[in-house]
């Protein structure tokens, strides 16, 4: 399997290429691509030393799979040149999610709709994988009407300039800054740039590519996106609204019998998600289950994932295993 990995210096690039090892992804060759001030440069997989090419390069190389995280511009121009040469593209961008001729997937959920003929496939957004996660199988269960989201964002997802910022920060150095405000000691209600309705696209993003995935339109979806100083993965505080009603020992052992879902909801010993806990972790992790007594049919929970992994590279790896398992590549 000839894989290219595109955009292989950045965060989300270096998690794919150690999961890629991992997993035991079957590399016969690999093509690590990147921006032309890293052309030319060298890194290492499997204690081999690989050189990093252009976007040109990588495209006549012709790969069967290329793992793209360049940002939305990037894999809306080379995407489809990728696809055009017989690629198929497992793209982590936003650039494709609500396209309505991709498959916006979370290989758990709903992977048995890809097809040979997809040859561009949408990642979602980290926030909303964890979510919906955590949502699938209660909305099988007891159809979900409405949701009201509040995220608490690790720095990570906004990339290594926001890392750089908050190190900064802490040491009392003055740098770039990838936040408008600080971040240290701080929380931000400001998640990628804001839309005209008031929303950040991060929120929007929440409510679009969750009745994406889950295939129902009618589900209502509010959201407030944070981001806060934390480094090991995103938290969402979750208020779900069913048509049915449910019982939370019910709910407790549907999550705990599903795959990728780690619960901690034990009051008694203080057992409940955290970023220190999702780091490094392919799960996702839920908590804090209640009743929400305050409306028919309604919960409360708590999702916690590493954002870096399950949250993008993970769930792209998990995409191409499953294009290779099911011979579509």
């Not at 990339?159 to 701080?186: C, T």
Request: proline share 4%.
């Amino acid at each position: 399997m000839k894989v290219a990995v595109v955009g292989a210096t950045g965060l989300v690039g270096t998690v794919m290429l150690n999961i890629l090892e991992e997993r035991n992804f079957p590399v016969t060759e690999l093509i690590p691509v990147a921006s032309s001030r890293s052309v030319g440069k060298t890194i290492t997989y499997k204690n081999k030393a690989y050189t990093i090419v252009g976007l040109e390069d990588a495209v006549a190389q012709q790969p069967d799979i290329a793992l793209f995280s360049a940002g939305g511009e990037t894999s809306l121009s080379w995407a489809p040149k990728f696809a055009a040469a017989g690629t198929t593209v497992v793209d982590n961008s936003s650039a494709w999610r609500m396209d309505e001729d991709k498959r916006l997937v979370v290989p758990e959920i709903n992977a048995n709709q890809l097809t040979k003929s997809d040859k561009i496939i949408a990642n979602p957004n980290c926030s909303t994988i964890q979510l919906v996660m955590a949502l699938a199988p209660l909305h099988k269960q007891y159809k979900i009407k409405r949701l009201v989201i509040s995220t608490y964002q690790s720095i990570t997802g906004t990339g290594v300039k926001a890392v750089k910022q908050l190190e900064n920060e802490m040491a009392g150095v003055k740098g770039e800054m990838a936040y408008p405000y600080p971040i240290h000691q701080n929380a931000l209600p400001h998640c990628d740039v804001f839309e005209e309705n008031g929303y950040t696209k991060e929120e929007m993003k929440l409510v679009r590519e969750t009745q994406k995935i889950l295939g129902d339109k009618s589900i209502s979806v509010t959201a407030t996106a944070v981001r806060i100083p934390t480094a090991g993965g995103h938290s969402e505080s979750v208020n779900v609204e069913f048509e049915n009603d449910f019982d939370t020992s019910q709910v407790r052992a549907i999550l705990n019998e599903t795959s990728g879902i780690t619960l901690q909801d034990n009051l008694d010993t203080n057992t409940y998600p955290m970023p220190i806990y999702a780091n490094g972790k392919d799960d996702v992790f839920v908590g804090r289950i209640r009743r929400d007594g305050s409306q028919p049919n309604s919960l409360n929970m708590w999702i916690v994932s590493d954002n870096l992994r399950k949250g993008a590279a993970t769930n792209t790896i998990q995409i191409a295993e499953y294009l290779v398992e099911n011979n579509l590549v």
